[in-house]
Each structure stands twice: as C-alpha cells, then as structure tokens.
C-alpha cells in the first residue's frame, strides 16, 4: 500500500471501502452486546407486561393491561412506591446540598489534609454494598450491637433503639445507610464540576473586590449549575437503585415498612419462597418504574437537553 | 490500616502556627478555615468507623464480642474467624468466584469498547452517528426492569451454568461509558500517526493493535479499574444468575446467605466481609486517583 493523496481514486476507494469495513467488523461486538443485553430486553420486558407468565415456555395467557391494572390498585405496590421516593427525597434534599457543601470546603486549598478527608468520605463508596450493609445491620442491633452501646453509656437513650427491626425507624435508617454509602460519589461530582470554573474568573472577581461569599455566589455557582442538573439526575438514578442495600440488610421488612419498587419485582419474579414467580406482574411493575423514572427525568429535559447536544457531538 | 490516618495526620493542625504568617487575606482566611477541622475531623471519623469496627471484630474472639465493650482494639488477637469464613463459610470459594466474574466482565467490557471506540473516533465512518446517538441515549432512558429477558437470554444461549452468563450480564448495559472515554482519545490522537503507519504498511487492524492500543494505555487503565470495582461489589446480576447455583455464589451474594443462615456469628461475619472489603479497598487506595477521574469524567463529559 502507498500513501496515496486524498482523492478519489480507485485505490482511494477500495482502501477507504476496506476501513468501513473494519470499522464495522470493530463495532460489531458491541452492537451485538447492547442490542442483546441493553436494548432486546427492554422492548422484552414490555412484551411480557401483557402477559400472566411464570417463565414456564413461552407467554401464552394475554391479559392485556391486567398487570399493569392489579399493580395500580395494590395497596403494597403504592408503598413500595412510596418508600422509593423516600429514598430519592432523602438523596435530592439532604445528600445533594450537603455533599456540595462539603465540596466547596474541601476544594479550598487552604484547608490542610482535604485529600485525606475527601478519601474518607469516598471510602463507602468502594465497598460492596451488600457487605458493608450486613455490617453495619450487626452495628445496628439492639442487643450487643455497637451503636446501642455507644448510646446508652453516653446516656443518650435509655432503651436500645431497634433501629432496623422498628417498623417506623427502619426505612429513615436505611435512607441514613443509603446516603452514607453513596455521598462519596456525589461529593466527587461536585467536586468536578467545581474544578471546571476557569481560574481567571476569580482573579477577575478579586480584583473587583468580591470577597469569598460573593465568589461562591456570583462566580462558582453560576458557572456550576448546567453541571448541576446532570448531577441531581444522576443522584436521582441512584437513590432508585437501593435494591442490594434494601434485600441485603431488611429484605423488605419489617412488614413490608422498607419495601422499594426494586425489591418488590424481585420478589414477584425470583423469590424462592412464593408458589410461582410472576414474570408477567414483575415486568408490568418494572415498566411502571421506568415510566416513573422517565416521567421525571423529562421534566429535567430542557436543561439537559443542551448538555446532550454539547456532549454528543 | 492506612484509614485511620486523617485523624493523625490532620490533629494537630488547629494548634499548629500558621507556616507562613501574615500574608494579608490569605493567612486571615487560612486561619478560619482552620476551625474546620474541629468539625471535619470527627465526623471523618464516624464516616470510616464502620470499617474500623468491620477490621477490629474479624480479629476479636467469639467471646470479647459477646461481652461487649467499645473497644477497637482486641484483647486477644485471633485468625479463628477468618478460618472459619474461609472454609465453614466458604469465602475461599466465592473469592475465587468473584474473580473469575470480575476479569470475565473486565475482558469483555475492555475488548469490545477499545475496538468500538477506535471504529467510532473515524468521523467518516457511515452510521456512527445512530451508533453514538441510542448509545448516548440509552445512558439516560431509565432502563425498568430488564433482568427477566436477560435470564431469559442467557439461559437460551445455555450460559447459566457458568459465571460467563453472568458476565455478559453485567458488562453489557455498563459499555457506554467506556466506549465514549475511548471515542474521547481515539478522537484526539493526530491523524498523522495513523497515517504513519500506514505508510509503513500497516493496515487497519495492525495500526490498531501496534499503534493506537498501546497509546491508550491511560484509558485502559481507568476502565479496567472502573470495571473491576463494579463487578466484584455487584450484587444483582450474581445472585440472580447463582440462586440454582450457591457453588457460583461471589463474595457479596455469599456474604448475603451467610448472614441468611447464622446471624449470631458475628466475628465469623465480620472477617467475611473483611475478606471481600479489604482487597478492594487496598486496590482504591492505589489507585484512587484513576478511579476518581474515572467517575468525574462521567460527569463533565
């Protein structure tokens, strides 16, 4: 092969013919892996939402809008829902604002050890959840458990708490175990999106004499917010998928107290101590997820819009 | 353990002189951001004591954590615990489990994002733009519940006696992001080199292989660890795809039915989740500085 100048000769077309080709032969296992595990199985689990089905062969029994009917008018459906939105409100209104306090301390370069205090904070982060769950779940028991003994010899409480066996403390617990776990990565967010104001612009504001609060104000925060929606999105996703937290440490329980949509599927589709799963209702109560979840996300579209069309091309 | 060190690192600091007294505005400002720490320091500590509780009770005695008390520091150091998880509880297995998993996802997830990343980064490639638009897209369309049709899938391929079954599972919804950190670097390494080597009588494939991968040792880099990290905490995927299979079980699904079967042997507990926290905790704080650009990446770009 020559180096041949860029004109459309017939060598130019055949090498140029060829790189389409391995272009192609190189994004095949990729097209092949998303359709069949990303995008197959979402139009999938629609088509199955209008079946009753156990996963035995293939569905047969249409029941149309059935599932989605059944799950609407189930009063244990709402509050898994409910507990959902528990979780994400305990994300967007506590963890959000605070993990951006803490960014903007510990991005001062004036405060000393900020790298070990952000490694601190991210440390959860790197754990598995399930694991670090269970022990915390061992931290929190009435009897014997750690946090227990702290409090009573400081003379905080005067009977244990059952933080996890308490109908009424166990899903704040759990929003508390779920924001510790997950704080390090928003704070990390935050953290980017504050390292992207251009240097200048605060040598800029302090030649006009801002001080650090008109700073923040009128320099970090501007410049932060289109980064910011991305953000409370992304924090959004997350604090939907307490899945491994929720079936890991309370299954659900007690009485249902702690039930999310994700561990309400997953009980209809594989737990092992019902008759049969419900493939068809857990694929209906899935979808009214997503709808759920995409309801909110496209009320967030504007903003994000213009940040897809920057971040695509 | 290396957690502990915020707290002595940072301790003296509130007492310390300044190190560069009276520079106008910023000794003042220095000097108030100091009472910080009386804050930051405590709560650090609260936020990484669940790991230091974890480490001290693997090595306590059934006994000492029977009696109680708030101690971190064992009266009588013992391995019992780790033996006991090891073999009783089996986490010798799921370690092992939870590798084979982890590098299966790994392999997958670096092989088919560094070839799609460089087929992408050629601008004039016909259909990139669809490629990269539902990729782009499928990041933020909520995904429901999709575990049921991928089950389905892979028992049809006849993978659900294997972890590769599961592998597939996990690698495959999380290529995006890895894909679009290679389309990144791809795109901004010159056209010369490309062009260089092909002088040199290197085709697409060689140019690939001998040029571009090496160059993108960085990325690789990032997303071998983001990989790695993901697969040995996942939780889902593994114990959907081991609940006919507790000999599949990784270190997270096994700490699960441990937990399930013997809930008083908490030392035994404590050094499961020892074993499956600690590698992964060793390896972040190697490497954290990748692992962290790699997740605020996700962010600006």
């Known amino acids: 092969m020559t180096a041949a100048p860029a004109q459309r000769t017939p060598s130019w077309r055949r090498r140029r013919r060829r790189a389409v080709l391995w272009g192609w032969l190189f994004l095949t296992p990729l097209v092949v892996l998303f359709t069949a595990f990303s995008l197959w199985p979402i139009v999938a689990s629609w088509w199955y939402s209008f079946f009753a089905w156990d996963g035995v062969g293939p569905p047969e029994v249409w029941v149309g809008l059935g599932n989605f009917a059944e799950a609407l008018q189930a009063s244990s459906f709402w509050n898994a829902f409910w507990n959902s939105f528990v979780f994400s409100l305990g994300a967007l209104l506590v963890e959000f604002p605070l993990a951006l306090c803490f960014a903007l301390l510990l991005n001062s370069v004036l405060l000393r050890g900020r790298n070990l205090y952000r490694l601190a904070l991210f440390l959860p982060v790197v754990a598995t959840t399930a694991v670090i769950g269970l022990v915390l779940a061992i931290m929190l028991a009435p009897v014997g458990g750690v946090v227990n003994e702290a409090l009573l010899t400081l003379g905080i409480v005067d009977r244990p708490i059952n933080f996890l066996g308490d109908p009424d403390i166990a899903l704040p617990t759990l929003v508390g175990i779920d924001i510790w776990k997950g704080f390090g990565i928003t704070l990390i967010y935050w953290l980017a999106a504050i390292q992207t104001v251009p240097k200048d612009l605060y040598e800029a504001a302090r030649l006009d004499g801002a001080g650090a609060r008109q700073q923040l104000v009128n320099?970090?925060?501007?410049?932060?917010?289109p980064i910011a929606v991305v953000i409370f999105l992304l924090t959004f996703q997350r604090s939907l998928n307490t899945f491994e937290l929720v079936q890991a440490v309370t299954g659900g329980g007690p009485v249902f107290a702690t039930d999310v949509l994700p561990t309400y599927i997953y009980r209809y589709a594989f737990d092992a101590e019902m008759a049969a799963p419900r493939y068809g209702f857990a694929c209906a109560v899935g979808v009214l997820f997503g709808l759920f979840t995409l309801i909110i996300t496209l009320m967030q579209s504007p903003a994000l819009a213009g940040r897809l069309r920057r971040s695509a091309s | 353990?290396?957690?502990?060190?915020?707290?002595?690192t940072v301790r003296t600091d509130p007492t310390a002189p300044p190190s560069r007294p009276n520079r106008?505005?910023?000794?003042?400002?220095?000097?108030?951001?100091?009472w910080w720490h009386l804050f930051l320091l405590p709560f650090c500590f609260l936020w990484v004591y669940p790991f230091l509780w974890m480490i001290s009770a693997s090595f306590k005695s059934r006994q000492e954590m029977l009696i109680g008390g708030l101690h971190l520091w064992p009266q009588d150091w013992t391995f019992d615990n780790f033996r006991r998880a090891w073999t009783i509880g089996r986490f010798g297995e799921?370690?092992?489990?939870?590798?084979?998993?982890?590098?299966?996802?790994?392999?997958?997830?670096v092989v088919t994002a560094s070839l799609a990343g460089y087929a992408l980064s050629a601008k004039d490639l016909p259909g990139r733009k669809i490629v990269m638009g539902?990729?782009?897209?499928?990041m933020f369309i909520p995904h429901g519940y999709t575990i049921i049709p991928v089950f389905e899938l892979v028992n049809a391929l006849g993978l659900q006696n294997g972890l590769l079954g599961a592998a597939l599972a996990q690698a495959a919804p999380g290529l995006v992001v890895p894909v679009l950190l290679y389309v990144g670097f791809f795109g901004g390494v010159p056209k010369e080199l490309g062009e260089?080597?092909?002088?040199d009588g290197a085709g697409?494939?060689?140019?690939?292989?001998?040029?571009?991968?090496?160059?993108?040792?960085?990325?690789?880099?990032?997303?071998?660890?983001?990989?790695?990290?993901?697969?040995?905490?996942?939780?889902?995927?593994p114990l959907v795809f081991t609940l006919g299979r507790?000999?599949?079980?990784?270190?997270?699904?096994g700490m699960y039915n441990f937990f399930g079967t013997d809930t008083t042997d908490w030392t035994g507990l404590a050094a499961g989740a020892s074993i499956s926290v600690i590698p992964i905790v060793i390896l972040f704080l190697f490497l954290q500085r990748t692992f962290v650009e790699g997740i605020a990446g996700a962010v600006k770009s």
């Open chain 1, 219 to 225: 320099v970090t925060l501007p410049v932060v917010m």
């Open chain 2, 1 to 8: 353990m290396t957690i502990v060190s915020p707290s002595t």
């Open chain 2, 24 to 34: 106008g505005r910023a000794s003042g400002d220095r000097r108030r951001i100091r």
């Open chain 2, 94 to 109: 799921y370690t092992g489990n939870t590798f084979t998993f982890a590098i299966t996802a790994l392999v997958i997830t």
């Open chain 2, 134 to 138: 539902v990729l782009v897209a499928a």
């Open chain 2, 196 to 199: 260089a080597a092909r002088v």
């Open chain 2, 204 to 237: 697409y494939l060689r140019t690939f292989v001998s040029v571009m991968a090496p160059l993108a040792k960085p990325v690789t880099g990032t997303v071998v660890l983001m990989s790695f990290i993901g697969s040995w905490n996942a939780f889902f995927v």
């Open chain 2, 246 to 253: 507790p000999d599949l079980r990784t270190l997270g699904v």
